[in-house]
């Protein structure tokens, strides 16, 4: 038999989005469920949707530009009638709540986890692990990279290792570049530099990065061995730059 159901769908002029009930994050990371990379008045995680039977709520995230329906700003958490516009940036979506019979379309991205507290920052690991895209081939091959002993051919770790910088770029969370600077040791090849890029851009953002991995990365190039690229030395000095600023804030105190 089938069973009525609700929908929410957000209209903007570039994308239309379909959600199910739920708990939906909206924000400038790639992570998020409603992922706007390209507008910088968004905050990586800017603000919650959710819907339960027929009623929408919009949270805002502490986001530094504020979240508005019809033109009012949201403090903390507010109700969204079917027909309201949400701003968000320089995103403004129409808001429609709609009656949906049989089983519901699955909704547009992936749910992503929120940061974690100490306690839980394991469990939230191994769950991001999970989700890490593109959906299956890589997610797999991650977790058994990170089991003892486990090896995947060389081209799929570098690629994993890309995946973990990007993560590492999207959630500040330092254990991600532990993991890429492990799996490019593994392979003992240099970071691309495009990837390097990335890393310098948000170093000093991430949280929980240790230096121990990027040292022991580094050292298996500076020990003897075949002249190298002037490119390649350049790279190596830019890994350096940033294996002494993990350095400095490890030894930080107050």
């Known amino acids: 038999m089938e069973t009525q159901s609700y929908i929410l769908k957000l209209v903007s002029r570039h994308e239309n989005w379909t959600l199910t009930a739920g708990k939906h994050l909206i924000g400038r990371s790639r992570l998020c469920e409603i992922a706007l ?20 709520t919009i ?74 895209p593109p959906s299956g081939e890589v997610s797999d091959e991650l977790q058994a990279l990170l089991k003892p002993g486990a090896t995947l051919n060389p081209q799929r770790t570098e690629k994993v290792a890309a995946w973990a910088i990007v993560l590492a770029s999207s959630t500040y969370h330092g254990k991600w570049l532990d993991t890429a600077w492990t799996l490019y040791h593994q392979q003992s090849v240099l970071v691309p530099p495009e990837q390097l890029k990335t890393v310098e851009r948000v170093i000093e953002s991430v949280r929980g990065a240790r230096p121990e991995p990027l040292e022991r990365y580094i050292a298996g190039f500076v020990a ?16 350096k730059n940033v294996h002494e600023l993990l350095l400095s804030r490890t030894f930080v105190v107050g």
């Not at 990379?37 to 929408?56: C, T």
């Open 59 to 132: 949270t805002d995230l502490s986001s530094r530009n504020g979240t508005f329906v019809d033109g009012k700003r949201v403090s903390d958490s507010a109700a969204i009638p079917s027909g309201a516009k949400l701003t968000i940036g320089r995103n403004e979506f129409t808001v429609a709540v709609e009656a949906w019979t049989g089983a519901p379309p699955p909704s547009k991205g992936s749910t992503v986890p929120h940061a974690p507290d100490a306690a839980a920052e394991d469990d939230w690991y191994r769950e991001m692990l999970a989700k890490l």
């Open 224 to 239: 003897p061995q075949a002249e190298r690229s002037a490119a390649a030395q350049a790279l190596l000095g830019r890994l």
């Open 37 to 56: 990379p390209n507008d910088p008045r968004v905050s990586k995680r800017h603000a919650e949707i959710a819907l339960r039977g027929r009623e929408v």
